[in-house]
């Protein structure tokens, strides 16, 4: 495949689907920064990348109005290395990490939005909370503590399936739990974003409720790995 496809096209074509409150996240992981660019020159501000590494250089070469979104699987000792720019983390699924982000933040005078990833599909490799584990952690003492983090909604991944009644319910779960817990209200929790759908399902993903969608390879091409 072209790896260079349309991509202004494929923009165009997806911004047309969705409705205007529905924020889109242009997936850039893989993908040169001559691609990005390329997105940018029509608008898209939005990139999401999944390792720190590609985010940071990218974020080098790249004009500063770029909003990054972390979207991957975050280890701890990695936070640092983002932690001046990056605009929102979608994939927080422990306390622990919660903690280190806050801590940097902190170090960089900031404060850092994030969004708890939550295990709604049913496959084992996925990360995150279960949807019992997130009012405890959002009401505690210790969750309280943290000032330089800003708690703005919920992640998730639905199963890799062509099962539409079985991702629907898996969308369903996390606007569940999304509307049970948005009446928690303090200085770091302010619950408005639910980040779901990506290039395969992100129709259906919206028709349930999601607010951000992460879509790469239908704006980018295929990734190869
Ligand atoms: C890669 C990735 C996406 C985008 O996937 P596409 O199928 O290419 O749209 C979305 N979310 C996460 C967490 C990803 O890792």
Redesign the pocket.
Known sequence: MNSNMNISENLKTIKSQIPQDVTLVA?S?TKPISAIQEAYNVGQRIF?E?KVQEMVEKQEKLPEDIKWHM??HLQRNKVKYMASFVDLI??VDNFKLLKEINKQASNNKRVINCLLQLKIASEDSKFGMTPEEVGPILQSPAFSELQHINIVGF?G?ATFTDDQEQIKSEFDTLKTTFEKMKTIKSTNCNLHIISMG???D?PLAIRCGSTMI??????FGA?NY
């Open positions: 997936v992981k999401g999944n979207i991957g979608h994939g992640m991944m990506m290039s395969g992100y992460r879509v790469g390879s239908s704006i990734r």
